[in-house]
């Protein structure tokens, strides 16, 4: 299966979007190589802008092009987005609800060696608590540059995530994808795994592992955190009784959060969370801070067979 970071996908969204549209600016770091930022220096300078190592200036600055008519795309590491510039995102972008699309590169846990300080792992809570804010977490590259051009044509706030490493392509060109509308990957009568970024490539392998075992498991892309498909949830719950939210963020917060807080509401089926579990990341291999932080395949599998056991 070819992997291609999913930044790519962003990088090409923007190149295309560069091309169509005058009003898009790029707005950048000091980290442009890692966001594919790059791309659009080289060929549309007059699109691009880098705004050196400060995040809240660049927001602000980002809020006034939007304000002028502008649709600014703000490209930095997530953590750093997230976090250092998180008063101007909701007290300028937010609170005035303006067009500004936010791009958090170098997400989760798979970072891999720049180590705890640069993996973000709490930036959905964060970004989905706010009022007018989208947010998506797409699964590989060709979802990722099919999510940069959705919020482009998506009025308001968006905040879209996305890693640093290579990872399986797992759609196609054909591939559906409507923000804010879940996609139901894989069928499956026994469980609903509810997950989206790479922990929808481990929760496919998951469901092929617990075909094995005679467990039927259902595999659903929510790559719209906010505003949340509440059918399609509430629908796969309902019809298997047994929920597992795998996501490469905080299980605190996260997707994890948003769907048991809607399912408390309406359906209150047994749910195992698969996440990190309240701790900072370190530096090392990404595929094996998968494994070492709980977000291997087996983890996926062993939620599955644990949330069973309490329908």
Known sequence: MEQIPMRDGYGKALLELCKIDK????????????????????????????MGISEQDMVGTAAGMALAGMIP???????????????QIRNTVCYNNLNVKLGGAHAGISVGPDGATHQALEDVAIMRVLPNMTVV???????????????????????????????PVITTDATPFV??????????????????GTMVHQSMNAS???QKKGISARVVNVHTVKP???????????????VVVAEEHQQAGGLGGAICELLSQHNN????????HDTFGESGNPCELMENYGLGIQNVVDAAVNVLKRK
């Open 73 to 87: 795309f703000v490209s930095t590491y997530g953590v750093f987005l997230s976090g250092r510039a998180w008063d």
């Open 137 to 167: 977490v797409p699964c590989d590259s060709i979802e990722t540059y099919k999510a940069t051009m959705a919020i482009y044509h998506t009025a308001g706030p968006c905040y879209i995530r996305f890693g640093r490493e290579a990872v």
């Open 269 to 276: 089926v047994p749910v195992c969370l698969v996440g990190i």
């Open 208 to 210: 092929n592992q617990l």
């Open 23 to 50: 009003n898009v600016l790029v707005l950048d770091a000091d980290v442009a190589k890692s966001t594919r930022a790059d791309w659009i220096k080289q060929q549309f300078p007059n699109h691009f802008i880098d």
């Open 228 to 242: 949340l498909d509440a059918e399609t949830i509430l629908s796969c719950a309902a019809e298997t009784g047994a």
């Open 179 to 196: 923000l804010g509308k879940a996609c139901v990957f894989r069928p499956g009568s026994d469980v609903t795994i509810f997950a989206n």
